[in-house]
């Protein structure tokens, strides 16, 4: 509660939450926000040339090129986003978490070779890493999600290892090892309670990079596929309409960037709380 009273006097991260909350309901509440199905395509959808039409009082966000209403693909299409979201940076952040802990706290020639292991997956280019892994296997929602979570972990693993070797290397560890504690109590009641700050931070900043990687997989065609709709399919199903309908292109790009950008903020305000010494450091 002492958290949040603090986000919620940061405007900037009242801002934030407030977005994500919209996005998390419009999701959650998908099928009595939206007023059509996602996949509904219109006899009166589409001009009579077989264009998109413009947003009016009927199809809020105009239609797309199969005379689809906008605006419910984009309300369920935000599931999509936030399933990816939160399952594959759960998922990124507990096997970062693991490999962190378990490298720095063990250390000897298992650390050393899980950090050269780490050190070999972040060689690769998180974007060209995760259209490999995304070409091998067949894309889906669940599929997808793997493949960034593989992608993600390095980071979240590097920073987990860091603080795990400056922790055990203090005196009040120093301290416990002298006194006979056992791993298990010195690994459960010191080290996890002191990197727990860290692993919130970057489980919230880490969720506006999977809805972006997200995003540009399914853009580039290898990501969730259709009909499942996903901002980043929408675009890529719409783009050829950039010049003559620019709001199937704009409304879903500008709806990535502010969930991400409000993840960001809740993630610099949560870090700026639970660990002063990095205020203002961007």
Not at 198 to 223: D, K, M, N
Not at 251 to 261: E, K, Y
């Amino acid at each position: 509660m002492a958290i949040l009273s603090q986000l919620l006097r940061r405007k900037l991260a009242l801002f934030g939450l407030l977005v994500i909350l919209v996005v998390v309901a419009a999701a959650v509440f998908a099928p009595w926000v939206a007023p059509f199905s996602p996949d509904e395509q219109m006899f009166d959808g589409l001009t009579l040339e077989g264009a998109p039409l413009p947003p009016d009082g009927r199809f809020w966000m105009g239609t797309d090129l199969l005379g689809r209403d906008m605006f419910s693909r984009l309300v369920y299409g935000a599931q999509t986003s936030l399933i990816i979201g939160v399952v594959a940076n759960g998922a990124a952040v507990l096997i970062g978490t693991f490999f962190g802990v378990v490298a720095g706290f063990v250390g000897g020639w298992l650390g050393a070779a899980m950090m050269r292991f780490t050190d070999l997956m972040m060689a690769f280019p998180a974007l060209l890493l995760a259209i490999v892994l995304a070409a091998i296997f067949r894309p889906s929602l669940w599929i997808v999600a793997l493949v960034i979570a593989m992608v993600n972990w390095v980071q979240i693993a590097r920073i987990i290892y860091t603080e795990t070797r400056s922790i055990a290397e203090r005196d009040f560890i120093e301290a416990e090892w002298g006194l006979g504690a056992s791993r298990a109590r010195i690994l459960l009641r010191h080290i996890l309670p002191h990197l727990l700050s860290t692993t919130i931070v970057w489980g919230t900043l880490g969720i506006a990079t999977t809805v972006l990687l997200e995003a540009t997989l399914s853009f580039l065609g290898i990501g969730v596929q259709p009909p499942t709709p996903s901002w980043g399919n929408i675009i890529f199903e719409n783009q050829t309409y950039f010049s003559s309908a620019p709001w199937l292109v704009f409304i879903p790009g500008a709806s990535i960037i502010l969930l991400a950008l409000a993840f960001n903020l809740v993630g610099d305000a949560l870090r700026d709380i639970l660990d002063p010494t990095q205020k203002g450091r961007h």
